[in-house]
């Protein structure tokens, strides 16, 4: 496809404005149907906003529609788009829809309520923005893998048999520091990778746009508030990019067997690999193409679009010939040939300083820092050096995160966690009112028709019957298959409070004897508590201190594992710390704990008595208050019910009974950590 002189002029201004990655990036995705996930790495939710409101005007330039600001509000025939936002706590009601009662009360009518992903139909759009990957939940999480990517969805829910094709824009924000806490699968799907380079304040942040709008005003024009959209005014595009994206939308530039094979030249086959990733940057490149208004796509384009997101080429090692395939260096050999091989710069290859001996060069000398300049600084987007952080990072999730855990203990999760949506009810407890009223209304008339149709009515349904003619209502008649109880998120039901002294454990083998129990804390999915007992980094060396976290995979629970000793062991304090959270966790909020188990890896001697880790300093004399203080929290932590309790000892050499008196204090099982080796100690 062959542009003219003007169309092609006006296409190259639009270009030079497209420079900045976001608004590239939103083009692309507005151009191509395989680009609607995006994730964007750092940025705020004042930016996701910006960007959402930009590409609601890009889409509008390239189908035609018209920007609704609500979803429920109408716009005749005209094409609609509409922005949603989804956050942490939504259910799947609110996902996908549920019953509930017609406009007209009247009637009676039970008509269904279409929820925030199941749209997207011929005559609307929705740009589903989130503004925060790794708070968001199972139910969230699971209709995001679902519908991301898919040409097709399928519902069936509450009776309710649906099919449709989703016309879904995906916009995600995440920190790419917190990138091990979602799940592969739905990282997996976000087709392009963007970064918003933030700042630290919101506030300045928000300045910078504006002033960022201000000065280039050769692409944006500002425009008046527009009300009631996210709090957030949006700037409208200029008319060179709206005209761009509408002349280049007919264009289908055709891929060049070289541009398919620069491809395969940036993408490596890791771990965490996916066709995806070649075929997401395979369309980023096409769409470059497309805007520059090119009827090919060739290897330049894939660089390009391999630059904008971050990618460099894998790099080559030149192939050795074997020794049984060397020829004598005859005259077929071709002064070409010659000429490549002694190019050739040996000094590259890994582990290779200098050059061939019968090669010379001159020396280079490299500056001892590097500094890279940027062509054009943008206040808004920047490069990204690995758009797939998730090859790389430490995983902060369970191995199953889009799956429930296991229930151990079915009445821990009754009245508690968040409500996910409802379910059947066999007992009358935590009953949804609303919803059990509305499954009994679907059944109403079958249910007067059947009691009217008997020759001998009980008493009861005569009386209704009285009723109903006096005020012109008809009761509902409930039955017991109506009953609807809340559906809960499953609440950690175990725990493992963790007391480490740091003290003791250079002389003994502590790590292999503590696995076992994080395993456990692993496979059950138990939330951690680690108390941490005269450790050389404390704030005070007087206290000891308390970390907490939803499951050991946690980077501050596990960077706090091995940490040199201190001079001071506040015993008494760490002991009444991992009392007062396993008081709190067994007996208070909405998420008992049904279980705990306590580590106590110590060889008891305390030296810090607890008074003096409240007050924050020591009134001698000491003596053995702090090994006192300790067992006296020992026997009140005994006396928790749910708790089982397990002493380490690490076998001391001086007051070897002191680990046997904590574990009587406790009540605790005690096993004994393999003592290290002479040449071990010395390593």
Not at 95 to 111: A, C, M
Not at 362 to 368: A, K, R, Y
Not at 559 to 574: F, M, Q
Request: proline letters at 7%.
């Amino acid at each position: 496809m062959k542009l003219s002189w003007s169309r092609f002029w006006a296409v190259s201004e639009a270009i030079a404005d497209l420079q900045n990655p976001l608004i590239r990036g939103l083009a692309c995705a507005a151009l191509h149907p395989g680009l609607r996930s995006i994730l964007v790495f750092d940025a705020s939710p004042a930016t996701l906003q910006v960007m959402a409101g930009l590409l609601a005007q890009m889409i509008a330039a390239v189908t035609g529609g018209e920007i609704v600001s609500l979803p429920e509000s109408k716009s005749g025939t005209k094409h609609r788009i509409v922005t949603v936002q989804i956050g942490a706590v939504e259910t799947e009601e609110e996902l996908w829809g549920s019953l509930t009662l017609g406009q007209e009360v009247s009637s009676r009518s039970v008509v269904w309520r279409s929820g925030l992903l199941a749209t997207g139909r011929d005559q609307e759009t929705r740009i589903v923005m989130i503004p925060d990957m790794t708070r968001l939940g199972l139910a969230a999480n699971r209709a995001c893998v679902m519908l991301m990517g898919s040409e097709v969805a399928h519902l069936e829910r509450h009776g309710q048999r649906d099919r449709w094709q989703p016309q879904l824009y995906w916009l995600a924000g995440c920190d790419h520091k917190r990138i091990g806490a979602v799940s592969n699968h739905l990282l997996d799907r976000f087709a392009l990778r963007l970064s918003g380079g933030e700042s630290q304040n919101s506030e300045q942040r928000i300045a910078q746009l504006r002033a960022w709008l201000e000065q280039e005003r050769f692409l944006f024009e500002k425009a008046a508030p527009t009300p009631d959209w996210m709090g957030v005014d949006i700037p409208l595009l200029s008319p060179e990019i709206v005209s761009c994206l509408q002349q280049v939308k007919h264009s289908y530039p055709k891929v060049l067997p070289q541009a398919r094979e620069r491809v395969l030249d940036y993408l490596e086959t890791t771990d965490g690999y996916s066709t995806r990733r070649d075929l997401a940057l395979l369309r980023l490149a096409r769409v470059h193409a497309q805007l520059e208004g090119a009827a090919q796509v060739n290897r330049e384009d894939v660089e390009r679009a391999a630059e904008m997101i971050g990618l460099s080429p894998k790099p080559k090692l030149p192939e050795k010939p074997l020794a049984n395939d060397v020829k004598p260096d005859t005259g077929a050999d071709d002064a070409q040939s010659k000429r490549s091989r002694q190019e050739f710069d040996w000094s590259n290859l890994p582990g290779s300083e200098s050059a061939p001996p019968s090669i010379q060069h001159e020396p280079v000398f490299e500056s001892d820092t590097t500094k890279t300049l940027l062509s054009t600084p943008l206040p808004m987007g920047q490069k990204i050096f690995n758009p797939y952080p998730e090859d790389t990072v430490e995983p902060e999730r369970e191995a199953g995160s889009l799956r429930w855990p296991t229930r151990r203990f079915k009445s821990a999760t009754s009245g508690r966690g968040a409500i996910i949506g409802v379910e059947p009810a066999t007992i009358p407890q935590d009953l949804a009112l609303v919803n059990t009223l509305l499954e009994s209304a679907k059944y109403q008339k079958l249910r007067w028709k059947a009691l009217l149709e008997k020759q001998t009515p009980p008493e009861w349904v005569r009386h209704l019957l009285l009723k109903r003619n006096e005020n012109g209502h008809e009761p509902l008649i409930l039955q017991s298959s109506d009953l609807r109880r809340y559906r809960r998120a499953i609440v950690p039901e175990q725990m493992l409070a963790l007391v480490l002294d740091y003290t003791c454990l250079p002389e003994c083998n502590w790590q292999e004897t503590l696995l076992p129990y994080l395993q456990w804390a692993y496979v059950e999915r138990a939330t951690i508590c680690l108390v941490q007992v005269g450790g050389i980094d404390a704030e005070d060396e007087l206290r000891a201190e308390k970390r907490e976290a939803n499951n050991i995979l946690v980077p501050r629970i596990q960077s706090r594992l091995e940490v040199d000793r201190g001079k001071a062991t506040p015993l008494a304090h760490g002991l009444d710390l991992a009392l007062q959270t396993l008081r709190h966790a067994l007996h208070h909020g909405p998420s008992a704990v049904k279980q705990a188990v306590l580590v106590v890896i110590s060889d008891g001697r305390g030296n810090v008595p607890l008074e003096a880790s409240r007050a924050g300093r020591v009134v001698p004399p000491v003596g053995k208050r702090g090994i006192e203080d300790a067992l006296q929290v020992a026997r009140q932590i005994e006396a928790l019910k749910g708790v089982e309790s397990v002493v380490l000892n690490p076998q001391p050499k001086y007051y070897a009974d002191l680990p046997v008196k904590l574990a009587q204090a406790l009540g605790a099982k005690i096993a004994e950590i393999p003592s290290l080796k002479a040449w071990e100690v010395d390593e």
